[in-house]
T-cell receptor, first 113, second 111 residues
Framework: KAGVTQTPRYLIKTRGQQVTLSCSPISGHRSVSWYQQTPGQGLQFLFEYFSETQRNKGNFPGRFSGRQFSNSRSEMNVSTLELGDSALYLC????????????FGSGTQLSVL | EDQVTQSPEALRLQEGESSSLNCSYTVSGLRGLFWYRQDPGKGPEFLFT???AGEEKEKERLKATLTKKESFLHITAPKPEDSATYLCAVQAGDNFNKFYFGSGTKLNVKP
């Protein structure tokens, strides 16, 4: 069974640009969550999607947005990039129930110059 | 405010030297506490879930325990391949699939 796939693996952008990250969950998983990981802040929750609906949202500005498609694949978009957006962006999938362990992808390393 | 704190930030052990990692939390309505292992360049990998105080889980050289305020990850006779960052996360309240992560403990086991 294939794991969570995130693309691209690495990304370099400049301030003011926008970026789209992609995540394909494990087959059969309907929940997709996104996390930002930085050395100083650790893993911080961005948002979670279930059946194409955003079910939870973290404390990030509106520049961070996402969506989920009918096949459960998800995309995350960051507009007007800032230097502080440099981070590892992790996608995780899980079955629909709560209290379920998360399966993480290897992440997209975003560098904003 | 829900908070998760892990200590120590980093831990260096000799192979075979047992120790414990700590995860303390202040959350309203704990639904579950999770331990993950993260290797460099990879996403976190699930280890354990604990749901109630007094619960214990074991896997090879690792044992996780839970009290009302904290969790411990005990590592018995560690090997160099146990070197990784260990993360704990809590799920609380009605926020399904929203997890609060600690900053992690970076473990280095020397042969």
């Amino acid at each position: 069974k294939a794991g969570v796939t995130q693309t691209p693996r690495y990304l370099i952008k400049t301030r003011g640009q926008q970026v789209t990250l992609s995540c394909s969950p494990i087959s059969g998983h309907r929940s997709v969550s996104w996390y930002q990981q930085t050395p100083g802040q650790g893993l911080q929750f961005l948002f979670e999607y279930f059946s194409e609906t955003q079910r939870n949202k973290g404390n990030f500005p509106g520049r961070f947005s996402g969506r989920q498609f009918s096949n459960s694949r998800s995309e995350m978009n960051v507009s007007t990039l800032e230097l502080g957006d440099s981070a590892l962006y992790l996608c995780a999938s899980s079955l629909e129930a709560s209290n379920e362990k998360l399966f993480f992808g290897s992440g997209t390393q975003l560098s904003v110059l | 405010e829900d908070q998760v704190t892990q200590s120590p930030e980093a831990l260096r052990l000799q192979e075979g030297e047992s120790s414990s990692l700590n995860c303390s939390y202040t959350v309203s309505g704990l639904r579950g506490l999770f331990w993950y292992r993260q290797d460099p360049g990879k996403g976190p990998e699930f280890l354990f879930t604990l749901y109630s105080a007094g619960e214990e889980k074991e896997k090879e050289r690792l044992k996780a325990t839970l009290t009302k305020k904290e969790s411990f990850l005990h590592i018995t006779a560690p090997k160099p391949e146990d070197s990784a960052t260990y993360l704990c996360a809590v799920q609380a309240g009605d926020n399904f699939n929203k997890f609060y992560f600690g900053s992690g403990t970076k473990l280095n086991v020397k042969p």
